[in-house]
């Protein structure tokens, strides 16, 4: 059965895990689910309502995935939200994330690494900035690394080495 864009089921996701996403659809074979991103500022600020209706391809049932950044959205027409309150308890679980925030750490994906490697990424903690990351006391910064980027290892390294910070790479992929 073929689907008309105005029917389809859209889910939208940070950018940042986009790859993620469209990998595991793509292996459940979710092909009549459009898959579409939105941007990727972790609260910073919160994603606003006028973001969310101006996105291409966006159908008449569109579900948000994400974590705090869509914590400002609430009752837009034909769309849900599925909020977590950090978004990396998506891919590793509620329970194991708030172990590692609570061990002090400063969770980052692989699109952030990219990001980061290329420029994009304004946030460049150095171990004196850690302290005040989320509010809590940050002492480490974790790669929780989906192995959806092959150059996510080398990167990681080279932001260790590059912010003097403490580092775990974390597979969860």
């Known amino acids: 059965m073929k689907f008309s864009p105005e029917d389809q089921l859209t889910i939208a996701v940070c950018e940042n895990f986009i790859k993620e996403a469209s990998q595991i659809f793509s292996e459940q074979g979710w092909n009549e689910i459009h898959l579409i991103s939105f941007p990727a500022r972790c609260g910073r600020p919160s994603i606003a309502a006028e973001e969310i209706m101006i996105l291409p391809h966006r159908s008449s049932d569109t579900i948000l995935i994400g974590g705090h950044c869509l914590s400002d959205l609430h009752r837009l027409e034909g769309v849900k939200t599925v909020v977590e309150k950090n978004c990396f308890s998506f891919l590793c679980g509620r329970t194991f994330v708030r172990q590692l925030v609570a061990e002090g750490a400063f969770l980052i994906s692989p699109a952030w690494l990219r990001n980061w490697k290329s420029g994009e990424e304004e946030f460049i903690p150095g171990q004196d900035q850690l302290a005040a990351v989320d509010e ?38």
Do not use: C, H, P, Y
């Open 136 to 173: 809590a006391v940050t002492n480490k910064v974790v790669l929780v690394d989906t192995l959806i980027d092959a150059q996510s290892k080398n990167f990681f390294d080279i932001f260790l080495q590059t912010t003097g910070s403490k580092g775990e790479r974390i597979e969860v992929g």
